[in-house]
Structures are given as structure tokens and as C-alpha cells.
């Protein structure tokens, strides 16, 4: 298995416990839903749910009757959603759904909306998947995909250089380092239409940044070659540069909206 799926597969229960609260929903997310009737919506399925915050915020603003199919390729997280669904008192509103083939598994024409963040950089294909959220949403459905960009992240004032050697060897870590910028395109190949593109940069001077990303990413660099020395010496500076109030993070996020067209009958 790729190293790509295979570090979402195999998570050690510490880093379960870091995700889990750093992929909290807070109300700095509430673009992700934007302009969304959530409340008209029979089925949304949340692809790559991770430990389910996204999910429980669907499954709170849609209707009576309403289900979220939260899918992903790690199990252990989906028994953490399927603990804060019931502690939240939603757990007839979601089916969490084990995922390994990267199909979503659900009817044709059978989705009200797709949603997907921060997933796409991990799976096989993206032209394939994107054609596979085709398959499940009903004609007029909604695909919303969020995806970072690698290659356009800064990190100062460590720079771009050193930046970009750690990422180097980090980058068997994601199939797709430069996704946030490619979803447009593979939007436009899907046959999706009124694709709408937004960014949304996210600013950290505070270093939470450091924890949630960089950490992690100094040990998928390590993992790749990268001198363990350098991968100390890195976050070292990093923390430095945050003691020192000089440290600037920005992260661009990228957000693509498409809506599925009317499919033509192959009779
Ligand atoms: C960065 S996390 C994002 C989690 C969640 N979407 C969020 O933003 O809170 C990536 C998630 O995608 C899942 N994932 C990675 N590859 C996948 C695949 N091929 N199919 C389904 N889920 C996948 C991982 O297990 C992980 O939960």
C-alpha cells in the first residue's frame, strides 16, 4: 500500500487523540458550508470524515429524516465519530461506513451533497473519485471539496528554501502536493457544472499551525530521508521563531463548488 493511504490506515492512538481535537469543528469552518440549503437535503454524504466533526455539523442542520454517510479508510475514527454522534444525541442521523476501494458506498443518484475536505490529496485518483461522487449525487446534487496547496505554503522566517527541502521528503506523504490548485481542473473534467473557486487563507501567527501540520510533516520527511538532525533543528526554529513572536504561517485553502448536471440516458 502507498504511504499516502497507508499513514491514514495505521494511526498510533496518540496521534488518533491529536486529530481528533484538531479536526474540532469552531466557527472559522463555517465557510465550508456557505450558501448550502442543508436543511432541504435528504442525503450528504461527508467522504473521508476523519473522526466526524464535519458530519455532526451536517447532520445538525439537516432536516428530519435526513441521514449523513460519513465514509472513511480508518475505522478507529470512525468509532470516535460514532461516539460524538451519540454523545451529541445524532446517532440516528448518521451511518458511518467503512470505506476501502475509494467508492462511496450509496446508490446512484442518490446524494443530495458530497462533501470533501482535506481528503483528495490522499486517494488513488482524483479525476476517479470526483467521477465517483458523479455516480452518487441526483442531477442538480452539490460537490463542495476544500484542499490545501502544498507548494504555496509559507513558513517565515525560515523560508521557502528550507521549506521546500523538508517538503520534499515529506512528499510521499500526499499523491498530490499542488491538489488545492488542481481541483478546479479535475472539476471542470468531471463534467461538473457552475463550478465556483474561493480561497480561503488561513493566517497562524500563534504556531497552532505547528502542531496540527508541520509536526506531522517532519516526520513524514524523516520517514522519507529527510537527517533526523535537520527535522530537530526545524522545529526548533520553528518554536524559536514563535517565542520570538516572528513566526508567520499561511496555508491557502482552496474551496471548489460544482453541481452534478442531468444525466443522459445510455438507452
Ligand atoms: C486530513 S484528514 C481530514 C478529515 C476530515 N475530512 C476533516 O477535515 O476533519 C484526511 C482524512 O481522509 C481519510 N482518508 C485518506 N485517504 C482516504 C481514502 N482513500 N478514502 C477515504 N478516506 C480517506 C483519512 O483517514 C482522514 O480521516
Known sequence: MEYYRSHWVNIDSQRLATYDQMFQWTPKHAFLIKDLRLDEYECAVDYGCGPGWVSLELAKRMGEGSRVVACDINQEFLMLGEKHAADQGLEDRIQWRHVTDDRVPIPDNSADL??????????????????EFLRVLKPGGTLRMQEIDWDLLVVEPLGSERLSEMLQYAKHAIRDPQIGRNLFGSAKRAGYTNINIEMFPVVDTAGFLVKLTLENFIKYA??????????????????????????????????????????????
Open 222 to 267: 524523516i520517514d522519507g530521508g529527510y537527517s533526523p538532525e535537520k527535522g530537530k533543528q526545524f522545529l526548533a526554529d520553528l518554536h524559536t521563531s514563535l517565542q520570538n513572536n516572528e513566526l508567520l504561517i499561511v496555508a491557502p485553502l482552496f474551496m471548489v463548488t460544482g453541481i452534478a448536471p442531468q444525466k443522459t440516458s445510455s438507452i
Open 114 to 131: 458530497v462533501l470533501c475536505k482535506n481528503v483528495l490529496g490522499y486517494v488513488d485518483s482524483t479525476d476517479e473519485m470526483l467521477a
